[in-house]
């Protein structure tokens, strides 16, 4: 008799905080641009249409301060809209030109797919996607964690205030965003250090998540490794 094991799919999503209102365009705020279009709006549809055909998934993804803010920011969601109106009307010129063949079907290719994500992004989220994740958080179906302020690795920290004061704030963060506690927390590079079990459980952290090697190699591996959940000294 076979039996049956876990498989839990955890994604982490992380930018750099990039803001530059001084500048009306500003490369580095693509980084922002081209991850909602490649990753996170495509992630939000994907999920949306699991719901629609009424698979219960159950998903884990990370959202970081930084990210989060920039969610939030309205230049930053005002510039992302510029920035697809920009690649439908380039696309569509490309579509329209004389090119044949291969070439022509992958640019009406994009030239669709962004037009889906303007009027996902729009019409359904009305430009909100912290919300539309947070809809799906509220039904269950996807578990939102938070991450450390800065995406400050911990244990390279020497100040403890400052450790605290990350995860701290990557709590409230969230809360302002989500109406809610994070159970989990993602530590930056999965980089974990004795002690930050005391820091985590202080701000009501239930859980995170480590690579196995960090298990393996550690001082005092566990005792049955990788294979069983992990039970820190705080809880």
Not at 34 to 42: K, Q, V
Request: proline share 4%; aromatic share 14%.
């Amino acid at each position: 008799m076979n039996k049956k094991g876990f498989l839990s799919i955890v994604l982490h999503s992380h930018l750099p905080f990039v803001k530059h209102p001084e500048e009306e365009f500003f490369l580095e705020e693509n980084w922002l641009y081209e991850a909602i279009s490649e990753s996170y709006l495509p992630l939000y549809i994907a999920f949306t249409n699991l719901k629609e055909k009424g698979t219960k998934f159950q998903i884990t993804m990370s959202m970081t301060p930084p990210l989060v803010l920039m969610l939030q920011d309205n230049l930053l969601l005002k510039r992302f809209n510029r920035y697809l109106k920009n690649r439908i009307e380039l696309l569509k010129e490309e579509f329209s030109s004389t090119v044949k063949g291969e070439i022509k079907e992958l640019f009406k290719f994009y030239y669709d797919r962004y037009q889906d994500l303007y009027r996902v992004f729009n019409d359904e989220l009305k430009g909100d996607l912290i919300y539309g994740f947070g809809e799906l958080f509220n039904e269950g179906l996807l578990e939102l964690i938070t991450c450390s302020a800065t995406h400050e690795i911990l244990p390279l920290e020497i100040n403890e205030k400052i450790k605290e004061v990350q995860v701290y704030l990557g709590v409230e963060t969230f809360i302002k965003a989500f109406g809610r506690e994070p159970r989990g927390i993602w530590l930056a590079e999965c980089a974990y250090t004795q002690g930050i079990d005391r820091i985590l459980s202080k701000h009501g952290i239930k859980f995170t998540i480590l690579d196995t090697h960090g298990i393996l190699y550690a001082d005092m591996p566990p005792v049955y490794g990788v294979s069983a959940p992990i039970i820190s000294e705080s809880g």
